[in-house]
């Protein structure tokens, strides 16, 4: 049974900083690409980082570009969400996912979801 568990969310303060993690089981994990998504209070679930099987190509919305760095360590099982710079529009659950397809971006490529962690930004 595949899982991804998330954590590290948190309340913060604006320009402060969190690390979120997802470790992931029940899959071969450096043949999955993985991606961040995220979703705010009334709003769709959209795209905020993707990394590929080796880590060696990303990509960003441009939303949080410069100030999010996603990276993965296959070794244990795990991709990480390394937030800075933090603003009260990066308020939402994040949730992270795994996809069979190449780095993508469309959430429809995803095969499977973690449960998300609440990431909170205060002004």
């Known amino acids: 049974q595949v899982q991804l568990v998330e954590s590290g969310g948190g309340l913060v303060r604006a320009g402060g900083s969190l690390r979120l993690s997802c470790a992931a089981s029940?899959?071969?994990?450096?043949?999955?690409?993985m991606g961040w998504f995220r979703q705010a209070p009334g709003k769709e679930r959209e795209f905020v980082a993707a990394?590929?099987?080796?880590?060696?190509?990303?990509y960003y919305a441009d939303s949080v570009k410069d100030r999010f760095t996603i990276s993965r360590d296959n070794a244990k099982n795990t991709v990480y969400l390394q937030m800075n710079s933090l603003k009260p529009e990066d308020t939402a659950v994040y949730y992270c996912?795994?996809?069979?397809?190449?780095?993508?971006?469309?959430?429809?490529?995803?095969?499977?979801w973690g449960q998300g962690t609440q990431v909170t930004v205060s002004s």
């Open positions: 990394t590929s099987r080796s880590g060696g190509n990303i």
């Open positions: 029940g899959l071969t994990f450096s043949t999955y690409a």
């Open positions: 996912a795994a996809t069979r397809l190449q780095i993508t971006p469309m959430q429809s490529g995803y095969d499977y």
